[in-house]
């Protein structure tokens, strides 16, 4: 046996002595910070995230200032929807306009309206989904400051977003379904154990109707072109 396989095999039989009158080696600290951590009082709330998000959106703070953004979006569409209107009923009114020459420059016209239509449409779609989104996240980051905060003033250190298992499912679909048992994850919970109400009175939102999340759908499809009768 050389002098290395000696060092090694005394290593571990020191180790293995070490070990067997109780030394835990580099652990310990470790160790003995998780005893510490899970020896401290833990107290356990829900809340239906969720539900408190939906109200706090639907509320004066949010709503009025998404109607104006829906309505200043679909001003110029609404503008555009009425051109190509009056547009269609010059068509139409041209005997015969499929095969009218004196149609076809009008014909031609609606179509690049219905074109520049589609894209504002698709346009006023996505500053709407940005608007809503940012909307929900600060919806969001309020409901958790608030929710942390009433748990903080009742002494608990952990929440979970849930609705609480005596919430009826709804759904007729399974989409829908497999939607409502996810917002389910905690399937026991004592009601009394429960912040949402003390959250919604924090926020004044209690008489809040949810309407969901918002609608980012701002104008109808583009016209087709106008076809013969």
Sequence with gaps: MNKIERLF???????????????RGLGTTASAHVETLQADTIRIATADVLTLVEKLASSDRYLPAREEKVKSLRAPIEVLQKELDELR?????????????EAQPLIQQFQTKSQNMQTLSQTAQSEAETFNTAQLQE????VTETVTQVANSKGYTHVFSTKLPDNKLTSNNVTGLLQEMLARPVVKAPAADDITEDVLKELKIENVKPAGAPAASTAPAAPATPEKK
């Design 139 to 142: 919806a969001y980051r309020l």
């Design 89 to 101: 009923a010059k068509i139409t009114a041209i005997p015969d306009f499929q095969n009218n020459a």
């Design 9 to 23: 095999l005394y290593s571990g039989v020191g180790v293995a002595i070490a070990l067997g009158l109780g030394w």
